[in-house]
C-alpha cells in the first residue's frame, strides 16, 4: 500500500493520508449531500463503499489521496503533534494525469479559505517532492463558480473547454 508519511501544514490547514478509518458517518453524510456533492460524480455513498474507495486510491500507485484537515487549536509553544484536527475534506491527485481534485465536504468549512489553502500546500509540495512535474491540471464544472475563483486564487488558469460544461485549469511552474 502507497501511503505519504510527509505531513503537509501551515498554521491552519494540514494535509496527511487518509485511510478507512478516517471514513465516519459524518464524511458519508458530506458525499449524500445534494449541496456537497453538487458537482461530484459520486451522488450517494455508504461507510462500506467509502472505505472500498480510500483502500482502492491508497493502493494505486499513481494517486495520492489526502485528507484535508483543519487546526482547531493552535499554541505556538505546542508542537503540531498536539495540536486538535478536524477532517473537513480531501485531495486527490493523479501522478500519471497530473491532475487534481478537491472536496471541502464540511459545509461550516465552505468560504473560509480552506480549499485555497490546500491546494497551495500541495502545489508547494508536489514543486518539492516531484520536481519532473511542469504542470497540475484541475478539471471543473463550469457552474462550479467557487472552485473556478479557488484555483485562480492558487494560480491556476483556465486552458480550454473541455467538454462543453466543463473548464480544464492548469497550474504550470515550468
Known sequence: MKMINDKISDFACLLKSITENNITEEYVSWLNDKEVNKFLDTKSATLESQKEYVRKQNKDKNIIFLGIYAIQESH??????TQNYKLIGTLKYDLKESIVSIMIGDKTYWNK???S???KLFVEYIKKKYPQVREIKAGVIKKNIGSIRMFEKCGFKITKDKQGHSWWMKYGYI
Do not use: E, M, Q, T
Not at 505556538?76 to 503533534?81: E, F, G, Q, V, Y
Open 113 to 115: 479559505g480552506y480549499g
Open 76 to 81: 505556538i509553544d505546542l508542537p503540531p503533534s
Open 117 to 119: 489553502k490546500a491546494i
